[in-house]
DNA sequence: GTGAGATTGTGAAAATAATCACAAGGGGAA
DNA sequence: TTCCCCTTGTGATTATTTTCACAATCTCAC
């Protein structure tokens, strides 16, 4: 129903609304809003056009409204919680990050294999064994696995994740995952955006 | 030259092509290439084909020949040093992240504003104060400018950094950045991924 | 050297995404 | 109410990306 590159674009718009609304701004024009954010007004009108018709014209959009209906969309009516499995640098990281928390996503546990690392030392949230993922999922209501492993150990960590339930998976390691088709995989690849960078860099100067 | 989606598929080539090379494969077909990236064959030979014709019909391409190659277009056959400036959660787990050097990106140093962070206490990176980013950057020759500061540091931090002669930035604050026309800003919006998994359960569960 | 089998390279077609351009409303002043 | 101004919503157009399909041509076994 959405195409790809508009659900893409939503968490931005998120954002911006969120804004306004702190600011007590009611009403907002798609061009002010791509003045902001550096794109077209069209293409946020497009956008938004999939929802059906929710402008007003002559006037704008009405902020608070458009909001609801990008949360709800996006699944953040409700909170969605997350299961961090690698409580290593980076998992560690998005741990303790707060635009999670700021966009419906609550990291509830973590898990890790290295018993140095179980317990609460870590701050404020639980490292558990790795083999307490199904049971703990179960208890703490966890929909998405985050996996922060080292790439040689993503595959069978997924495969455990499929077996304990969790139909999402959010996977850093750079390695493509087999999983059954009803589970969805997001891959992160950090790399391509610098590489990008590079790339550009090496066509300009050298 | 090369379309963008292409360049992103890069590092992605980059790194089987890696493996096949430590195997000691010298040829390789985009079918088993696909195969294993989960991807279309025709898609592989059609990204390949920007390059000019350097497979080898019956038999597939020359892995060493192929790396070489993709190390050339994405900047990756001189090694691009880069200044993290935020040694927060994320930028320290960024500076300690070896897959990094792998793609031949290697972090000179990091910069904070918090003197408590200054020094090299942090690991093996030192962490100069922020003042110190245009006399460091000739100094240890970097080009690419990370930021990982809070959303509201992005902007005057940026301004710092293409003060300082950078002339690629590498965004990791939600916040869309004004820079001159000569200065390439590589957005990273890590919500993105988890959100997209967020609509999709929604979508399917509710 | 020849033929069978494999795999590339690429035009053409299809799918997806972005931009354009303007008719259709809605707001608000007088 | 009427008229003017503003902004949406969207069909049409253009751009980009992916997929298809197969001729071209290379390898290798014998
Ligand atoms: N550090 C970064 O900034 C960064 C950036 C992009 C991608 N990544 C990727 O994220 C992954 C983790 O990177 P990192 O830098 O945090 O590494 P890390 O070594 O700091 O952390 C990995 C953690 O996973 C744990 N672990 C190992 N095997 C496990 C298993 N089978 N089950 C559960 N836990 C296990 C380890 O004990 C450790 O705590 C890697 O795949 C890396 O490529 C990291
Ligand atoms: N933590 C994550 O996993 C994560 C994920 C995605 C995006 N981000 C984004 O990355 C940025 C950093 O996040 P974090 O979690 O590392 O935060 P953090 O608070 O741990 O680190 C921020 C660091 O920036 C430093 N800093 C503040 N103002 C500065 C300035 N003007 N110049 C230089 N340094 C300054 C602080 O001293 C601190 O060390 C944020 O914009 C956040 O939205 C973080």
Redesign the pocket.
Known sequence: MF????IA?FPMYFRVLTEYNHQNIAL?????MAQKLG?????I?????YF??????????DVAYLLAKIKEVLGMDKSRRLAIIGAGKLGLALAGYSGLKQHGLEVAALFDTDDAKWGTNNGPLPVFPLTELASQKEKLGMEIAVLTVPASAAQPVANLAVKAGFKALWNFAPVRLVVPKDVIVQYEDLVVGILTLSHHLARKFG
């Open positions: 195409p790809k590159a508009t674009r907002v024009s798609s061009e002010e794109i077209t007004s069209s293409q009108r497009k956008d938004l056009s059906g018709s929710l402008g007003i014209r002559g006037a704008g959009y």
